[in-house]
Every structure is written in structure tokens, then in C-alpha cells.
């Protein structure tokens, strides 16, 4: 134990020189539970802004990175790491379990405490609004009120997460069996 005699501890150990001389920025792009979150961000916050711009008859360009509304990106970004890594590493392994429990404390803070927040912003705002022009707070600038997610919001978020990671899979067994028919 600890003596680096066996496979485990070695592999454990930091790289080498000849190892590292392998070391690529490209790897990144091979990193499947890191672009299955990504893609999970992007495709939540892109159908964000056609909801909005549905919804609201006007089209937004702040909710292509702000945060609430319909999906939750927070949700989905966790989500398709969690379901990516269960998917790569095995759904019984501490990485997975990991990732699960980060998921659930970022879904839980989505329509919790922020969604509360939100809430509060609002009622801050109305007050604000009601105070006399010579109040020092009366030119205070707004505070932002759509900071977290309905529960529906959330649960939809971590299924387009889920449906992001299973896609994924599927096209890299789909890829690795078509090269290796080849």
C-alpha cells in the first residue's frame, strides 16, 4: 500500500515526461461527458430563446445566456454530465455517483432557492417602485427577478440532459461499430 509497486497506484500517480509529451488540446474534443453538457446548455438555452420569442411576440438575445425559463439549462448541463458519465464510466461508479449528487443539489438550488430569490427581487422591486422620487433608493436600479426555475421547468431540463447524453451514445456506437467494420 502506497509503495507504487502496484498497477493501481501507478496509475494513480501523475504523468511522466514521455506521457506528457503526448498531451493534446484536441483531447478535449473526445471528451464525451464534457460536449454532452455543453450541447446541454446550448440546445436548453437556444430553445429558451424561441419560447421566449413565441411567448412574448419579441425576440430576446439575453436568454441566449440568462438564466430561468423554460428549459432549465442549469438542469440539462448537469444532467447530460451525470447520464454521460454513467454512460462512459458505468452507472455504479463513484464518478457517476459524483456527478449525480452535483446534479441534484444544482437542480434543487434551480427551484429552490433561487426560484425564492426571484420571488423576493420582485417584491423588492414593487416596494422600490412605490417610494418617493426623493427616497435615496427611489433611482436604484432594478434587481433581476427571473433568476430560478419552476419545478417543470427542472424536470423538463433533465430530460432534454437525458435525451442529450443517450443521443450521444448512440452515435458513438453507432461511429465505433461502423470502424470497426472497416
Known amino acids: 500500500m502506497g509503495d507504487g509497486g502496484d498497477g493501481a497506484a501507478a496509475s494513480s500517480s501523475p504523468p511522466d515526461a514521455a506521457s506528457a509529451a503526448g498531451f493534446s488540446y484536441l483531447a478535449v474534443f473526445h471528451n464525451y461527458p464534457l460536449i454532452a453538457a455543453l450541447l446541454g446548455f446550448a440546445i436548453a438555452q437556444t430553445i429558451k430563446f424561441f419560447v ?102 427542472v424536470v423538463a431540463g433533465a430530460l432534454l440532459g437525458c435525451m442529450i447524453a443517450t443521443a450521444g451514445q448512440i452515435v458513438i456506437a453507432v461511429t465505433s461499430a461502423a470502424t470497426s467494420v472497416v
Open 52 to 153: 421566449t420569442g413565441y411567448k412574448e411576440k419579441r425576440w430576446d438575445p439575453k436568454q441566449l445566456i440568462g438564466s430561468g425559463g423554460m428549459p432549465s439549462s442549469h438542469s440539462a448541463t448537469v444532467t447530460a454530465l451525470s447520464v454521460a458519465i454513467g454512460f462512459q464510466d458505468g452507472f455504479g461508479s463513484a464518478l457517476f455517483a459524483t456527478a449525480t449528487i452535483f446534479a441534484s443539489v444544482v437542480m434543487y438550488d434551480a427551484s429552490g432557492i433561487r426560484l425564492h430569490a426571484g420571488k423576493q427581487a420582485a417584491v423588492l422591486n414593487q416596494i422600490v417602485c412605490e417610494l418617493p422620487s426623493e427616497h435615496p433608493l427611489a433611482e436604484t436600479r432594478p434587481l433581476r427577478e427571473l433568476l430560478g426555475h419552476t419545478p417543470t421547468q
